[in-house]
């Protein structure tokens, strides 16, 4: 299956995730069942759980692939959120996040980082290390400035970058035209923003080789 296709799978089991929430378990006791045998434990939901910060306990699951933390009141993550060394899903939607701790960069396995509606004003530095192949910053605080550009072309793998509902951004950075030498970036998404839709069409003369939503 192509890198794309699963891209939007991954998207597709997010949007799901949100319908059947209503019948979640609280989070301490999902918690409570991992720990009986943590070393089999690769995914956990803990979405809508309230928790304020991140509990310790979910340092002692060492095969960790995919983790929710969607909606957790959540304002920052823990130093060593590097230590989840097996990760390759990141879901941190709908908190008050506004930068990631350095530790990130060690996420070497890390594919899919879901950040929607949280309080980023830059594309995060700290995925410069990870296999990063979709980063979904919707709704945030975001500009769009020549550094994120810089920091885009360090995401070599990097396949879908989703900026809609960040309206702040209301022109393109003067090096926007390096993205056109991405190796992989095929689809930037900047529904809802601060752009005109003049702005687009010459975005898109310069990126021929990727799809721009608007």
């Known amino acids: 299956m192509r890198t ?7 998207y597709l089991i997010l949007c799901a995730a949100f319908i059947i929430s209503d019948c979640r378990r609280p989070a301490s006791e999902i918690l409570n069942e991992a720990s009986k045998n943590p070393n ?19 340092f002692t699951f060492p095969n960790l692939k995919w983790l929710d933390l969607r909606m957790n009141e959540l304002t920052s993550l823990p130093e060593n959120t590097g230590d989840w060394s097996n990760l390759e899903h990141l879901n941190i939607y709908g908190n008050d996040i506004e930068k990631l701790p350095a530790s990130v960069s060690r996420l070497s ?11 980023f ?73 601060g752009l005109k839709p003049s702005q687009i069409e010459s975005a898109r003369k310069l990126l021929p080789k990727v799809k721009i939503e608007f």
């Open 121 to 193: 004003v830059g594309i995060p530095t700290e995925l410069t290390g990870t296999s990063i192949e979709a980063i979904y910053l919707d709704s945030n605080k975001i500009e769009f400035k020549e550094s994120d550009i810089d920091t885009v072309m360090q995401f070599p793998k990097l396949e879908v970058l989703d900026l809609a509902r960040n309206r702040k951004i209301a022109a393109f950075p003067k090096n926007f035209g390096f993205l056109a030498s991405h190796p992989k970036l095929r689809l930037l998404i900047l529904k809802e923003t």
């Open 109 to 119: 396995r890390l594919r899919f980082f879901f950040a929607g509606n949280n309080d």
């Open 4 to 10: 794309i296709q699963k891209i939007g799978i991954a």
């Open 40 to 58: 089999s434990v690769e995914k956990l939901d803990l979405g809508l759980g309230k928790l304020g910060t991140v509990p310790p306990v979910l």
